[in-house]
C-alpha cells in the first residue's frame, strides 16, 4: 500500500480497531489452544470477546499451517481485513537453536552473529513469524541476574557491534522478503542495570553512565534500521521505562529519530500500578499513551481506558492516530497487506527447519562461542589414546540449549553425544545424573561421589557441571555463583583421585568457579551452546577447532565483587602501586576478577610486538590515529586471534574509565605466521559525554592493543 493507502485506512477505522491495534494478547485469546506462561493479569483484563477481533498482534504462536489458519479467521472478523503480525521471542534461533547471546559475545565475530540471526529469521518466517523480540541489547555487569544469558555482555562496543549485526541479520535489506523478519531490539533502558542483579528490580544510574554505556548498544540498533523499540521493567530515574517520557518521545524519538514501533515489555503498563505512580489502570494507560508506547504487551487498559481519557480530554486523539499509523506502516512495510501470510510455508518448513546447513552453521557458531579458560600442561586437546571417563550432571544431559530455546528435541545436543560422534575412547561414566532446576526446587544433584571409584581405570575425566538452564534468563536471579555442593564435591574427589580434570562448565552466567580451580586441570567455559552444543565441544575438546572464544563478560572471583567489570572508573585511591591500607580494595579479595573481558586461551600461542601510533588526521572519516601492531602465532597450531584495541583519556572534564574496548578485530594465522594488524582510531572512538554532549577533548590518550583487557601493549600519544 501507498503511504496515503496507509493513513486512508487509518482515517477509516473506529476507535475501538484502532485500540485493538495498540493491543497483543497471548494466542489463546484467539481460541487457539496455545496457551504462553502468563505473567500478566488476564484476569483483570476484562476483555470483551469483540475485542478480539481488533487485535493487531499476537505473541509466541508458532507452525506455518497454524498461523495461515488463525491469519485468515482474524482477517475475516476484523472489520477492514487488517492482518494480524505475529511476533515472538527468536532469541538464539527457532528450531535450529544456536548459542545463547552471552556466548555468541565471546565469539567477537559479527559475521557469525548476522549469519545465525539471519538463520533465525529464515526459521521464523517459514513458520509465519514476522518479527522477533531480539536482539537484548541491555548491557550486563552483574552475573547474578539471570538474563545477562540474553545480552552479548559488558562491553558496550562489542555490545553494540553484535545487536547491529543481529539485526542486520533479521531484517536484511527488506523486512518483507520472504525470509526475514522485523526485529525488535529491548528492553528500552538500562534493564541491564537491575539492582543487585534481581530481576525487574530499580536502575538507578547518573546520566552519563546511561549514554555511555547501557544507550550505546540501543542506539546501534536503531541506527541498524531495527523496526521496533521494547521497555523494559525497570524504572529510570524512578519513572517506570513504560511509562517514561524522556527515554521513550526525547531520547529514542527526537534525539535518535526513531520512527519505528515502541512495544512495552509484558503487562508493563499494568505494573505501573504497582510501581506506585499510577493509581490505577486508567492512569498507567495515559502514562503510557504520553510517552510514546505503541502497543500494549498483555494488559488491555488502552483497550479499556483510552476512550475514557480522550472524551475526558486527558489524552490527545493524536497520540492514538500517530501509534496505530507507525503500526501500520509496519505492517506495510512487512508487505501483510499484499500477502498477509508472508513467509509462512508448512512444506517449506519442514525442509528448512533443522536443515543440513543450519546444523552446520549452529555447530560452528557453538564451537566459536566456547572459551578456554584454563589448559594447564597442555592438557587439551584430549591426546588420541586416553582412556576418557565421563562424570557430572551435565556429561549426558539434554539441557545445554539455554533459555528461550522452542526446539522438540536436543538429543544430539549432549555432551556424550559429540564424544562418541568423535569416536572418543569413554571407558567409564559415574555421577551422571541430570541437574534438576532450583525454579522447581531442586538445589543439588545427589552425592554419588562413591561412584566415582568406577573411573580409577581412566587417564582423564571430563566432567560437566554447571547451572540448569531454566535457573538462567528471566526471573532467575541468584545470590549464590557456586557450582552446587556436590558438583564442588565430585570435582574436588576426582582431583584427589590422580585424575586429570577437564571441566566443562554449562552455565548462562559467570560462575564463581575459583574455589574448583584447583582440582581443574583444564576448563572449557561452554555456556549453553545449542543444538550442537555436544558436537561441538568436541570439536574443541579433541583439537577439530582450536578455541578462540573470548570472554563478552568478567568471571568475578566471588560473588562479593560483583558488579565487577574491566571498563571501570579510576578512584582518588586506586591500589596500583600503593600500600594496602586506605586505597580503593579488599581485605579479603584482589580487585581484579578472576578472568577478565576479552579472556580466553587457545591451543596456538600469540606474540606481540611493535606496537605503533601515528598521527594520521582525515577529516572525511575522522580518523586522528592510526595503530598497528605485529601479532605472530608462535605455535605449531593455526589459530584464529581476536586483537583487542583499548583507549585510555587520561585527563578529561570527567572521570574516565580505565580503558575502553574501541575496536577488534579477528585474524587467522597459520602456525609460525606473523601478521601486522592495523586500526584506525577516530575522533568519535576519543570522544565521550560530559554530561552535556559527546565531546572531543585534545590532551594525553593511552592507545592498549593485545589479547585481552588485561594483556596489552601500550604507547602514549599527546593529540
Ligand atoms: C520478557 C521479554 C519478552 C516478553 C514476551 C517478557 O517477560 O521480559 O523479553 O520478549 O516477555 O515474551
Redesign the pocket.
Given at each position: 500500500m501507498t503511504d496515503k493507502q496507509i493513513r486512508e485506512l487509518l482515517a477509516s477505522m473506529s476507535l475501538e480497531e484502532k485500540l485493538g491495534e495498540m493491543t497483543q494478547m497471548a494466542p489463546n485469546f484467539f481460541g487457539t489452544e496455545d496457551s504462553?506462561d502468563l505473567?500478566g493479569p488476564m484476569k483483570q483484563m476484562n476483555l470483551r470477546s469483540e475485542d478480539v477481533a481488533y487485535l493487531g498482534s499476537t505473541?509466541?504462536a508458532f507452525g506455518a499451517e497454524k498461523l495461515i489458519q488463525m491469519q485468515k479467521e482474524h482477517m475475516a472478523r476484523q472489520p477492514h481485513h487488517i492482518p494480524l503480525m505475529f511476533m515472538a521471542?527468536v532469541i538464539h534461533g527457532l528450531k535450529t537453536i544456536y548459542p545463547i547471546p552471552l556466548a555468541m559475545g565471546c565469539s567477537f565475530d559479527t559475521g557469525l552473529m548476522e549469519e545465525a540471526a539471519a538463520m533465525a529469521a529464515r526459521e521464523s518466517a517459514v513458520t509465519g513469524v514476522h518479527l522477533t523480540?531480539s536482539p537484548?541489547a541491555d548491557l550486563v555487569r552483574d552475573p547474578r541476574w539471570g538474563r545477562v544469558m540474553e545480552s552479548p555482555g559488558e562491553d558496550p562496543v562489542l555490545n553494540a557491534r553484535m545487536t547491529e549485526a543481529a539485526v542486520r541479520g533479521y531484517q536484511g535489506d527488506d523486512i518483507a522478503a520472504p525470509d526475514r523478519i522485523a526485529s525488535c531490539f529491548?528492553?528500552f533502558g538500562g534493564y541491564g542495570a537491575s539492582e543487585a542483579g534481581r530481576d525487574y528490580n530499580t536502575v538507578d544510574i547518573s546520566d552519563g553512565t546511561l549514554r555511555e554505556f547501557y544507550l550505546t548498544a540501543y542506539k546501534a540498533a536503531v541506527d541498524a534500521g531495527a523496526a521496533m523499540a521494547?521497555t523494559s521493567?525497570n524504572t529510570i530515574d524512578r519513572i517506570p521505562a513504560s511509562g517514561n517520557k524522556k527515554m521513550f518521545r526525547k531520547i529514542l524519538r527526537e534525539e535518535w529519530g526513531f520512527d519505528g514501533v515502541a512495544i512495552t515489555?509484558?503487562s508493563a503498563i499494568h505494573e505501573m500500578i504497582a510501581h506506585g505512580i499510577a493509581a490505577d489502570g486508567k492512569e498507567a494507560a495515559r502514562y503510557a499513551l504520553e510517552a510514546g508506547a505503541d502497543i500494549e504487551?498483555m494488559s488491555a487498559h488502552y483497550l479499556n481506558y483510552a476512550r475514557e481519557l480522550i472524551e475526558e480530554g486527558k489524552v490527545d486523539i493524536g497520540l492514538i492516530d500517530e501509534a496505530v499509523l507507525r503500526i501500520l506502516q509496519l505492517k506495510n512495510k512487512l508487505g501483510l497487506f499484499e500477502n498477509p501470510f508472508k513467509g509462512a510455508d508448512p512444506d517449506k518448513e519442514k525442509e528448512v527447519h533443522l536443515c543440513k546447513e543450519h546444523l552446520e552453521l549452529a555447530r560452528r557458531a557453538a564451537a566459536r562461542s566456547i572459551v578456554l579458560l584454563k589448559n594447564e600442561g597442555g592438557l587439551l586437546p584430549l591426546a588420541k589414546d586416553a582412556k576418557v571417563g565421563l562424570a557430572g550432571p551435565f556429561a549426558d544431559s539434554v539441557d545445554v540449549l539455554g533459555g528461550w530455546a522452542f526446539a522438540d528435541s536436543a538429543e544430539r545436543a549432549t555432551l556424550l553425544n559429540g564424544l562418541k560422534e568423535h569416536g572418543v575412547n569413554i571407558t567409564a561414566t559415574a555421577m551422571t545424573q541430570r541437574m534438576g532446576a532450583m525454579q522447581r526446587g531442586i538445589m543439588d544433584v545427589e552425592d554419588q561421589t562413591a561412584e566415582l571409584t568406577a573411573l580409577a581405570d581412566c587417564d582423564v575425566v571430563i566432567a560437566g557441571v554447571g547451572e540448569h538452564p531454566e535457573d538462567t534468563g528471566?526471573s532467575a536471579s541468584k545470590t549464590v555463583l557456586r557450582l552446587s555442593h556436590n558438583q564442588e564435591k565430585m570435582l574436588e574427589r576426582l582431583h584427589d583421585m590422580g585424575k586429570k580434570v577437564i571441566a566443562v562448565i554449562f552455565s548462562g552466567r559467570p560462575m564463581e568457579i575459583r574455589p574448583v580451580l584447583p582440582f581443574c586441570d583444564a576448563v572449557v567455559q561452554a555456556w549453553f551452546l545449542g543444538i550442537e552444543a555436544g558436537p561441538a565441544i568436541a570439536d574443541v575438546l579433541c583439537g577439530d577447532v582450536n578455541p578462540s572464544g573470548r570472554l563478552s563478560m568478567s568471571f568475578p572471583q566471588t560473588v562479593g565483587q560483583v558488579p565487577v567489570y574491566y571498563n571501570h572508573m579510576n578512584t582518588g585511591r586506586p591500589l596500583a602501586g600503593k600500600p594496602h591500607r586506605f586505597v580503593s580494595c579488599y581485605l579479603d579479595c584482589p580487585n581484579e576478577p578472576l578472568f577478565p573481558f576479552g579472556y580466553g586461551l587457545s591451543y596456538s600461542e600469540y606474540r606481540y610486538s611493535g606496537l605503533s601510533v601515528e598521527k594520521a588526521v582525515d577529516a572525511e572519516d575522522g580518523t586522528m590515529l592510526k595503530v598497528s601492531v605485529d601479532v605472530e602465532n608462535v605455535s605449531d597450531v593455526a589459530g584464529r586471534e581476536t586483537i583487542q584495541l583499548y583507549i585510555h583519556d587520561v585527563v578529561a572534564s570527567v572521570v574516565r574509565p580505565v580503558k575502553e574496548l574501541k575496536d577488534f578485530v579477528q585474524v587467522d594465522l597459520g602456525a609460525h605466521e606473523k601478521k601486522t594488524v592495523s586500526f584506525k582510531v577516530t575522533r568519535e572512538m576519543l570522544s565521550y559525554w560530559n554530561n552535556q554532549a559527546r565531546v572531543f577533548e585534545p590532551g594525553d590518550f593511552e592507545i592498549m592493543v593485545g589479547h585481552s583487557s588485561e594483556e596489552l601493549l601500550t604507547a602514549r600519544v599527546t593529540l
Open positions: 504462553v505473567t505473541l509466541n521471542d523480540f537484548m529491548k528492553h521494547m521493567f515489555d509484558f504487551m528471566e
